[in-house]
């Protein structure tokens, strides 16, 4: 759970985990699929937890919030947190924030909408990790206007080339327009 405070003590929100890590979080009860965020003097801040930043539609609410800085405290071990930590950093880029990563056992991170690594502590099990970042506005991306809509037409793409492969030439030279087009390259 995430918990923060404004700066007279007041909860400004708190965040219980959306997405519990299969077999490893049996006892976890999910939270709402909402990423809590708050207006401040230094921009607007939002939090996620571990895991939960893996689920593109559940960061994609940053970037539609237009959330200028992402608190993401997670505890992950051996390289599936390196990697977490590599992933992670694109949900930055895609949403258009700063993304600070506190980590336990893997890499603690902070990365901006640019994917400028501005610190990197590889195991925060030990230790503490100091950074300076300058205060960046939410940056709008192509990402937060179309979403998943390149992907998905570039899947609808690959379907209908694949459906079209599998029909026979005699057929398809009776289609006007197409026999040309298929002259027509090399």
């Known amino acids: 759970m995430v918990e923060l405070f404004d700066p007279e003590g007041q909860v400004a929100y708190q965040y219980q985990k959306s997405h519990p890590v299969v077999t490893v979080e049996t006892d976890l ?13 230094y921009g ?35 390289p599936i947190g390196k990697y977490h930590s590599e992933i992670q950093s694109f949900r930055a880029v895609e949403n258009g924030l700063t993304l600070l990563r506190c980590s336990g ?61 599998w029909i026979p030439m005699n057929k398809i030279n009776k289609w006007p327009g197409l026999v040309q087009f298929l002259k027509a390259r090399p």
């Open 29 to 41: 009860v999910a939270g709402p699929k909402v990423m809590p965020h708050v207006d401040t003097k």
């Open 44 to 78: 607007r801040l939002a939090s996620a937890i571990c895991f939960d930043m893996d689920f593109i539609s559940f960061a994609h609410q940053a970037g539609e919030k237009e959330v200028d800085l992402v608190l993401q405290p997670s505890w992950t071990w051996g």
């Open 105 to 165: 056992w893997s890499p603690s991170t902070v990365y901006d909408p640019f994917h400028h690594i501005y610190a990197y502590k590889e195991n925060l099990g030990f230790g503490s990790m100091l950074s300076e970042v300058p205060l960046r506005r939410h940056t709008k991306t192509l990402y937060t206007i179309i979403g998943n809509s390149f992907g998905w037409s570039c899947f609808v793409t690959m379907l209908v080339y694949v459906v079209v492969s």
